[in-house]
T-cell receptor, first 112, second 116 residues
Framework: KAGVTQTPRYLIKTRGQQVTLSCSPISGHRSVSWYQQTPGQGLQFLFEYFSETQRNKGNFPGRFSGRQFSNSRSEMNVSTLELGDSALYLC???????????FGPGTRLTVL | AQSVAQPEDQVNVAEGNPLTVKCTYS??????LFWYVQYPNRGLQFLLKYITGDNLVKGSYGFEAEFNKSQTSFHLKKPSALVSDSALYFCAVRDLPRPNDYKLSFGAGTTVTVRA
């Protein structure tokens, strides 16, 4: 079974731009979560989607948004990028009734 | 809210020696606890989980973890460490604001270095 895939793997943007990251969960998994990983703040929860609905949201500004499609693929968008948005963005999926999340390799975003 | 703490930023051990990575938790209700490992420039890999049952949980790559309710701890262990175990280890707890929601809260991480 293929794992969680994320595209692109690396991204360089400048301040003020916007960016869209994509995540394809493990086949059959309907829950998709996003996390931000930085050296200073560690791993922080962004949001979780299930059946195209956001079920949970972390403490991030409204510039961070996401959505999920009917095939469970998810995208997250960051608008008006700031230097502090530079991070590794991780996507994870969970199967129905399961407890563990499986993570993708991440997208490394650098904001200049 | 549920939370976990990893009291050690770094753990250094010699190859062949036992490895322990510490984690303590603070939860209301029954804890759902996890260990993940991250290698450089990679995502997180699931190692093991404790939901209920035996206090000693066995996982991938020879790792195990001991759940201790009285000490609110969930330490990761490996009897004989390998150089290839050098990585960043995260303890996590599942937040359960609503039963079907899914959100993990992570510790700060512990860097493990195994020297040859």
């Amino acid at each position: 079974k293929a794992g969680v895939t994320q595209t692109p793997r690396y991204l360089i943007k400048t301040r003020g731009q916007q960016v869209t990251l994509s995540c394809s969960p493990i086949s059959g998994h309907r829950s998709v979560s996003w996390y931000q990983q930085t050296p200073g703040q560690g791993l922080q929860f962004l949001f979780e989607y299930f059946s195209e609905t956001q079920r949970n949201k972390g403490n991030f500004p409204g510039r961070f948004s996401g959505r999920q499609f009917s095939n469970s693929r998810s995208e997250m968008n960051v608008s008006t990028l700031e230097l502090g948005d530079s991070a590794l963005y991780l996507c994870a999926s969970t199967g129905q009734g399961a407890n563990e999340q499986f993570f993708g390799p991440g997208t490394r975003l650098t904001v200049l | 809210a549920q939370s976990v703490a990893q009291p050690e930023d770094q753990v250094n051990v010699a190859e062949g020696n036992p490895l322990t990575v510490k984690c303590t938790y603070s939860v209301s209700g029954n804890p759902y606890l996890f260990w993940y490992v991250q290698y450089p420039n990679r995502g997180l890999q699931f190692l093991l989980k404790y939901i209920t049952g035996d206090n000693l949980v066995k996982g991938s790559y020879g790792f195990e973890a001991e759940f201790n309710k009285s000490q609110t701890s969930f330490h990761l262990k490996k009897p004989s460490a390998l150089v290839s175990d050098s990585a960043l280890y995260f303890c996590a707890v599942r937040d359960l604001p609503r039963p079907n929601d899914y959100k993990l809260s992570f510790g700060a991480g512990t860097t493990v270095t195994v020297r040859a």
